[in-house]
């Protein structure tokens, strides 16, 4: 049994498409609070975090968005996460856009470093999220998390990453859509990257337990990172970056039940959902579905239900 506290981060600050602020209460609608409990966790619902003034802050690259904001909620969700944490429960940090996990990583990364073990992250995008505030374009912060989770230059409006996650011990899974200059750099780092041409052609299986297996040697922690959009588009729709090819439902519910079966993950991120954007609650739906995985419940235990 897991002591499971519910994080609510209404972010919509790291990219410019409005809904994400509204993914907590989808979520907390779609029963994931239910759905834990009855798998037997013990589930807080912590609430939704609320910011304190937003900081002064100035970045070279004219781009880039909402700079205060979204430094005023990557504090905040440190703090909460590394409290979490500290407290021995499991964070479930539901949002918001993918920029929260400058926070919610950094803050799993704090306790890691005081309880003197290494942290690992798992990535489950469609995107590397390997730019800097100095390298994007779009000026999209919700295009940094991993970048600053590795420790790369261009980060001085934030406070310094605790403690760099050793690029060996970050694993992109379900990668599909990577610009130039992030392919460049990816190119110069031991990220793990498997993209979805290493997925068709090895499978879903093996390079996850990979990955796990070196976590389990290590007696590492994992935080695991969630993006709607490392789903299938046609079965994921309310995100407002679709890219096709996406993990299938049943892929997606294999590697929840491989995470859990693993026993590794410490700490979860649930990233992306824009409720404006879905039909009729199906992916929120979804996203409690794959969180009940991660937790527990395996695919043939789900009833058969009507979309109707």
Same mark, same amino acid.
């Given at each position: @049994?897991?002591?499971? &506290?519910?994080?609510?981060?209404?972010?919509?600050?790291?990219?410019?498409?409005?809904?994400?602020?509204?993914?907590?209460?989808?979520?907390?609608?779609?029963?994931?609070?239910?759905?834990?409990?009855?798998?037997?966790?013990?589930?807080?619902? *912590?609430?939704?975090?609320?910011?304190?003034?937003?900081?002064?802050?100035?970045?070279?690259?004219?781009?880039?968005?909402? *700079?205060?904001?979204?430094?005023?909620? %990557?504090?905040?969700?440190?703090?909460?996460?590394?409290?979490? *944490?500290?407290?021995?429960? =499991?964070?479930?940090?539901?949002?918001?856009?993918?920029?929260?996990?400058?926070?919610?990583?950094?803050?799993?990364?704090?306790?890691?470093?005081?309880?003197?073990?290494?942290?690992?992250?798992?990535?489950?995008?469609?995107?590397?999220?390997?730019? %800097?505030?100095?390298?994007?374009?779009?000026? #999209?912060?919700?295009?940094?998390?991993?970048?600053?989770?590795?420790? /790369?230059?261009? !980060?001085?409006? !934030?406070?310094?990453?605790?403690?760099?996650?050793?690029?060996? #011990?970050?694993? =992109?899974?379900?990668?599909?859509?990577?610009?130039?200059?992030?392919?460049?750099?990816?190119?110069?780092?031991?990220?793990?990257?498997?993209? @979805? +041409?290493?997925?068709?052609?090895?499978?879903?299986?093996?390079?996850?337990?990979?990955?796990?297996? /070196?976590? $389990?040697?290590?007696?590492? =922690?994992?935080?695991?990172?969630?993006?709607?959009? !490392?789903?299938?588009?046609?079965?994921?729709?309310?995100?407002?970056?679709?890219?096709?090819?996406?993990?299938?439902?049943?892929?997606?519910?294999?590697?929840?039940?491989?995470?859990?079966? &693993?026993?590794? =993950?410490? &700490?979860?991120?649930?990233?992306?959902?824009?409720?404006?954007?879905?039909? /009729?609650? +199906? %992916?929120?739906?979804?996203?409690?579905? *794959?969180?009940?995985?991660?937790?527990? /419940? +395996?695919?043939?235990? $789900?009833?058969?239900? &009507?979309?109707?």
């Amino acid at each position: @049994m897991s002591r499971i &506290s519910l994080v609510g981060a209404p972010i919509d600050s790291g990219q410019r498409r409005r809904g994400c602020l509204m993914g907590p209460a989808a979520y907390r609608v779609a029963g994931i609070e239910r759905v834990l409990a009855e798998l037997g966790h013990a589930v807080t619902d *912590l609430g939704d975090v609320a910011l304190a003034d937003l900081p002064q802050a100035e970045c070279p690259n004219p781009a880039v968005d909402q *700079l205060p904001e979204t430094l005023a909620w %990557t504090a905040a969700l440190r703090e909460r996460v590394a409290g979490v *944490l500290g407290a021995g429960g =499991m964070p479930v940090v539901l949002g918001g856009d993918h920029s929260l996990a400058l926070g919610s990583v950094a803050g799993a990364a704090e306790h890691a470093a005081a309880a003197s073990r290494p942290l690992f992250l798992l990535w489950l995008d469609a995107h590397s999220d390997f730019h %800097t505030p100095l390298t994007t374009e779009s000026g #999209n912060l919700h295009g940094t998390p991993v970048a600053y989770i590795a420790g /790369r230059p261009g !980060f001085d409006a !934030f406070p310094p990453f605790p403690a760099p996650v050793p690029q060996q #011990n970050i694993c =992109m899974f379900g990668i599909r859509s990577v610009d130039e200059a992030e392919l460049a750099a990816l190119r110069e780092t031991d990220i793990v990257v498997n993209d @979805m +041409r290493v997925l068709d052609e090895r499978g879903i299986v093996a390079p996850l337990r990979e990955f796990l297996d /070196r976590v $389990r040697a290590e007696n590492g =922690m994992l935080h695991v990172s969630l993006d709607v959009d !490392f789903l299938d588009p046609s079965i994921a729709p309310a995100v407002g970056t679709t890219v096709p090819g996406g993990t299938t439902f049943r892929e997606a519910h294999l590697v929840c039940e491989l995470l859990h079966e &693993s026993g590794l =993950m410490t &700490s979860l991120d649930l990233v992306e959902l824009n409720p404006f954007l879905d039909e /009729r609650g +199906r %992916t929120a739906r979804l996203m409690v579905d *794959l969180a009940g995985s991660l937790f527990g /419940r +395996r695919v043939f235990d $789900r009833p058969t239900r &009507s979309f109707h």
